[in-house]
């Protein structure tokens, strides 16, 4: 049991000091509501071969649906909630290894957008007016 735990606490050393990362998001901007397909390209020599398909790719707290990979892309659909704030989301590609799992963070990578369909913002606060009934402009023909 030692001998295990040994060989995974040093792959994992191994995948950070040899540089996996993600290299790049691609769109890597969407509104809440918003659903699309991503592509997370990995890179360095901590990333597995290109016959490994990854375990779970997320954005935030979001999770990747149908996920796959060819070569470096690493593709999978998002759902971005439609009440997710707007700001960045780290983005993580989990690969299988036989010592523990490799997990590939690019933080701060994917933007939620504001949105088209944001409410909108008020920023003075609104005038009172009275109207007084039966007294109001009169249309002649």
Do not use: H
């Not at 001998?3 to 994992?12: D, E, G, K, S, V």
């Not at 509104?31 to 990995?42: E, F, L, N, Q, Y």
């Not at 989990?94 to 010592?99: A, E, K, L, Q, Y």
């Amino acid at each position: 049991m030692k001998i295990y735990l040994y060989f995974a606490l040093i792959a994992q050393l191994v995948n950070s000091a040899l540089g996996a990362e993600i290299t790049s998001v691609t769109p890597s901007s969407a509104a809440p509501g918003d659903t699309v397909t991503v592509t997370m390209t990995v890179g360095g020599q901590g990333v597995p071969p290109s016959q490994v398909q990854p375990t779970s790719m997320s954005i935030g707290s979001v999770a990747g649906t149908s996920v796959s990979r060819s070569n470096n892309d690493c593709t999978a659909t998002f759902t971005i909630p439609a009440a997710q704030s707007a700001g960045t989301l780290d983005c993580v590609v989990i690969f299988p290894s036989p010592n523990g799992a490799i997990e590939i963070t690019l933080t701060g990578g994917f933007e939620v957008t504001a949105g088209a369909n944001a409410p909108p913002s008020i920023t003075a606060e609104p005038e009172s007016q009275t109207i007084v009934l039966g007294v109001g402009p009169r249309v002649f023909r």
